[in-house]
């Protein structure tokens, strides 16, 4: 994942001279721009499609309903949704979960990271190798003892905390940030040292200021999963005072009663609120994953 | 004793609590649980559950659901796993070769993966239902009964969801793997004449190959994993239960049913399953590292 950060950074140094020379290539550059467009078109034709669709007053699956038509258009859909899923509470809801998962991710992920990757401790290998493992055991296959221990055990179910905990910590955004602070250069760690800096200080005040790229790509990659996840709040949340949206939405897609007009636009209407911030997020972030200006701290 | 910086063991605590609490502990009782009778019961009851030792193993591989079950998920993977190596690798060495848009092309293939699947879901179904956009277009043409309710095609259309959705982070894994392959290679292949399919399968293909590795892995983690789609695409695993996964029977089993024993013994096939799956992976890919 780590990788994939710099990769465009990379890239904007690659030389454009060496694409499309000679006849040849240029028969394969034009194969490879179909390619990339088409793909790029079947990408983001469904985003669209929701849009369309969740405007409709009356649902068009037609040809002709995939095109806007000003007849057609109401806002209705989105009220029709929150009639039935309070929006607003599963939106704070959504909000909660994922602040609490971001906070918990950034607070004790940078501090085991630079531990990790700049502290000599007994037990560090021990650590990273967990860190590997749990990549490789996929959480679902731990659902149901989790479930037994959260919301029967400690009775979380319908609780915020019960929420969180599983996704308290991302180990990914853990790997990532012990990346990012390996790549800082000794020196400056030595230099911090003989100075007589802890490391506390040399975390907050040297540390960190030049990590903040992973800081951003931590927060985005780890916004994504809470945002989105559905498996775990479905199974510990009943009570839809205390549902986030992804989940209020699915028991809305299950049941769908066609107590509305128009239950597919009321569905699309849905999708696209929980669908917009991540998108959003993304988009506005998405030159973040380029920059990784980490040279800068050493050179002078 | 504890090393030059012991204040490390201090960083790394409230993680080692973590791992403990979340994933060694549930671990470790899944296990148990799996060679005991569990059931559900009011807090703080105390009741007996004795040791059953491979009762719940027996059960659930004498349970033809839960084979079938398996099986789905090899059709699954059958289908999502070849096209997601051959289409992210295809797609990763085209951007990689792009000089204008190439910005808007990765943000164009990432948002299915940042997106909420409970969202695109919604539109899949609004798509691929039976008076749906892709049935008016393909008319005569489309599958009678309709996609999702036909036991034929209810699970290549999750197969094909799924691979859609993840697509651009693997591109993004290819990307990063092919910036690793020294330019040295294209340059001397270019100037022993190789043709470009001739430089993509000896050069591409070999330099990107632990990345393959990967995403095979990965891609057959996902499906190991699979349960929100065939939930909510085919309301609970239909039709004729054509579409269900394990995970979806241990939420069935498990939670709906009442018997996590028997759930958490699916959980432990699946888990050596994967590790089995992620010892050959490693094994192959090391093999063709030499």
Known sequence: MTDTVQETAVQENADPSQVGVGPPKRALGILSTVALVVAAVVSLFPFYYMVVGSLQSEPNSGVSGAFPNPGNLTLGNFSAIDDRIDLVTALVNS???????????????????????????????????????????????????????????YGLSDNYLG?????????????????????????????????????????????????????????????????????????????PAKQPLAVALANYISTVASSVANPFGAILAGAVVLAAPAVALFIAFQRHFVSTDLGSGVKG | MLGRQPIGLLFSAPYVAFLLVVFAIPLGFAVWMSFHDFFFTAPG?????????FDNYRAVLSDPAVLSSFAHVGVFMLIN?????????????????????????????????????????????????????????????APDPSWL?????????????????????????????LQNIPKELYESAATDGAGTWRTFW?????????????????AMITGANLFTEPYLFTGGGGPDGASTSPVLLMYQKGILQGNPDVAAAIGVILTVIVLIIGAVNRWISERGER
């Open chain 1, 95 to 153: 909000g909660i979960f994922t602040g609490g998962v971001l906070l918990c991710t950034l607070f004790f992920g940078v501090l085991v990271g630079y531990a990790l990757a700049r502290l000599q401790f007994r037990g560090r290998g021990i650590v990273f190798a967990m860190l590997l493992l749990v990549q490789v055991v996929p959480f679902q296959l731990l659902m149901i003892p989790l479930y037994v221990l959260i919301a029967r055990d």
């Open chain 2, 81 to 141: 796993v070849p096209l997601t190596v051959i289409l992210a690798l295809v797609l990763a060495a085209a951007l990689n070769r792009a000089i204008r848009g190439r910005v808007f092309l990765r943000v164009a293939f990432y948002v299915p993966y940042v997106t909420a699947s409970v969202a695109v879901v919604g539109v899949w179904l609004y798509l691929f239902n039976s008076g749906g956009l892709v049935n008016k277009v393909l008319g005569p043409l």
């Open chain 2, 202 to 218: 000896s050069i591409t293909v070999p330099g990107v190959r632990s990345a393959t590795g990967l995403v095979v892995l990965l």
């Open chain 2, 149 to 177: 309710v036909n036991s034929t095609w209810a699970m290549p259309l999750i197969a094909l969801f799924v691979t859609w959705k993840q697509l651009g982070f693997f591109i993004l894994l290819y990307l990063a793997a």
């Open chain 1, 163 to 239: 929420m969180i905990l599983p996704f308290a910590i991302n180990s990914t955004a853990v790997f990532i940030f012990r990346q990012y602070f390996l790549q800082l250069p000794a020196e400056l760690f030595d230099a911090a040292r003989i100075d007589g800096a802890g490391e506390i200080r040399t975390l907050w005040s040297i540390a960190l200021p030049l990590v903040r790229p992973a800081m951003l790509t931590a927060v985005l990659l780890t916004f994504i999963g809470p945002w989105n996840e559905f498996l775990w709040p479905f199974l510990i949340t009943k009570d």
């Open chain 2, 45 to 53: 009851v105390a009741v007996p559950h004795p040791f059953v030792g």
